[in-house]
């Protein structure tokens, strides 16, 4: 790197690496560092260097057949220039100071103006549009942190529902570019919900979560890629109905069908413990498969389980919890200590219990699955008395109030479920 002195300035001279001689017609270059002082030229050398290698990545990018790429490129090397890309349209409406500092600033060679500079600087690259299928593709490179300590299964299950809102849309209304989408599209999206709700007994929150992730994506790529769009998105869902909750099996059935010896003997050993473990638990069918040796300690004083965020996310953070063990739980854990790996981070799990327990009789009445164990758990919480505050900290649940204190000790929580473990 040579800091030379031409008239009164100190300028940068470096050679043009190989890899943008593609880009750059020169051999060597001179980048001014606007001082004449020598200390300050050293110091700024180094960023003006850096500036001017990201002024050829710009342009290396911008030299593709990719409409997108070739879009970004133009617009990160007007960054790069110390502009906010603008389209052509925009710059020419500027007023005549600014628009004059942009003409000046496109470099010429050869007597001729740059065509990439200009292009960048002057807003002559066209936005490509964004189809809806292609939305859904960037939306994943743009939400990367929403999926931050999530499971594989559980990056699967964040990112299905919003594959299904993108295809049913693409479905009804077509693979639309976005500044298209008009009210009549969202309109006749909606209606083909209202049919489907009627035609196949769905609630409204089916079709409201659809319209949320669509909003969602299509929001998203608006807002990052800066279309500067008015989406037709608003006064679109459906009122709420009662929710359909799931009934908690009764204390009898569990004792005199689920614990019935042999009952579920046709279930693998992992999927048998982790049922049996949710009696007195009350976990989330999936907190009970993530469990590994570490968070089963059946050697403490009391023996308990630990809800924690390991190798995934949590519902929330009120669902980091210990849990004693006690009653057929314990037992369960004690023939499957080392947690369970079948269904650490496999879905399998309740599709392959419900499917077992329809089939053997063993589920109350059609509403019920593997889930209601857990509304039986709070339900005989409730009836045994169990204080709120205990109640919602084994449950994982947040307090409707604020939260004092540690809460209660482990052995007032084993003392409480002692009283209700089957």
């Known amino acids: 790197m040579s800091i030379v002195r031409r008239g009164s300035n100190f300028h940068l001279r470096k050679r043009v690496p190989l890899r943008y001689q593609r880009v750059e017609p020169r051999v060597t270059v001179w980048i001014s560092l606007h001082t004449d002082s020598e200390s300050v030229a050293k110091q700024k050398a180094p960023l003006a260097w850096q500036h001017h290698i990201e002024a050829w990545e710009a342009r290396m990018a911008g030299d593709t057949g990719d409409a997108e790429r070739r879009f970004e490129a133009a ?10 890309y603008l389209s052509a349209g925009q710059v020419a409406a500027l007023p005549r100071e600014e628009l004059l ?5 496109v470099p010429v060679r050869d007597d001729k103006p740059d065509k990439v ?15 809806v299928s292609r939305a859904l593709d960037l939306y994943w490179t743009l939400t990367g942190d929403e999926t931050i300590g999530k499971s594989e299964d559980q990056v699967r299950r964040w990112k299905n529902p919003r594959k299904k809102a993108v295809a049913n849309f693409i479905a009804v209304v077509g693979d639309k570019n976005l500044a298209e989408i008009s009210g009549d599209d969202m309109l006749d999206f909606r209606q083909w919900w209202i049919e489907k709700l009627e035609s196949e007994d769905l609630t409204p929150n089916s079709a409201n979560k659809d319209l949320i992730h669509l909003g969602s994506v299509l929001k998203t790529i608006n807002k990052r890629k800066r279309l500067g769009l008015v989406l037709p998105l608003t006064d679109l869902s459906f009122k709420e109905g009662e929710k359909r909750q799931r009934p908690p099996f009764s204390v009898d059935w569990i004792k005199t069908k689920l614990l019935a010896p042999g009952a579920l003997d046709g279930l693998n050993t992992e999927a048998r413990c982790i049922v049996l ?3 007195n638990t009350g976990y989330r069918p999936s907190e009970g498969a993530a469990l590994g040796s570490d968070q089963i300690r059946l050697e403490a004083d009391v023996p308990h389980i630990s809800i924690e965020p390991v190798g995934r996310q949590l519902k929330s ?12 739980s314990l037992e369960a854990f004690k023939e499957c200590p080392d947690g369970f790996p079948r269904y650490a981070d496999n879905p399998s799990l309740s599709a392959t219990v419900n499917k077992f327990m329809r089939a053997n009789g063993l589920m109350e009445t059609a509403g019920h699955s593997l889930y209601s164990l857990r509304h039986s758990f709070e339900d005989r919480m409730l009836a045994a008395g169990v204080d709120d505050r205990i109640r ?3 449950f994982g649940h947040r307090l409707t109030r604020e939260r004092y204190g540690k809460g209660a000790s482990l052995d007032q929580l084993a003392a409480a479920i002692q009283g209700l473990a089957l």
Request: net charge positive; hydrophobic share 50%.
């Open 317 to 328: 953070a009120y669902a980091r919890r210990i849990i004693p063990l006690a009653g057929v």
């Open 392 to 394: 919602r900290d084994l």
């Open 101 to 105: 500092a942009r003409v000046e600033a």
């Open 277 to 279: 473990g949710m009696v």
């Open 117 to 131: 500079e200009a292009a960048a600087i002057l807003g002559g690259v066209s936005e490509p549009p964004i189809k």
């Open 75 to 84: 617009r990160e090397l007007a960054v790069v220039r110390g502009y906010r």
